[in-house]
């Protein structure tokens, strides 16, 4: 029983794995960029340009490491799509942290304007419902399974 759940669930397994640790890579590098250009840009264009540049790690990353089995396209097209579905995730994450220091903060501005929360609302809340959406949306349409041939049998 052990042997078919491996088998039926472990490609899934591995591309998780490769995922986390290509995420957590450049989770660190957002987190970074961010923190250092969030008083000079505001948290906003800060998110932006801290994302992009993760972005664009974790597509190198993804693309020859992580998925690096997975049927091939053009270098162009997977890197537009993905980062298609990138502005999809910054937006999440986006509209996480703007609840927090716009709508929450504008209420409570202590707490929730603070270098603490900013980082909560963007790096755990955001980010956690944003790569939840990367990691379908990467494995469903970026980088797709291989199509399976028809059955000889099944084609009459």
Known sequence: MRHALWQRFGGLVRDLGKFGVVGAVTFVVDVTIFN????PLGVFLAAAASMTV???LAFVGNRFWTWRHRERSALHREYLLYFGLNLVGLGITEAVLWMSHSVLGHFWPDPFRSLLADNAAKNVVGMALAT???FWSYRRFVFPEAAQPADADSVA
Do not use: I, T, W
Request: avoid cysteine.
């Open 132 to 134: 939840l959406f990367r």
């Open 54 to 56: 993760a972005a664009s």
């Open 36 to 39: 250092l250009l969030r008083d």
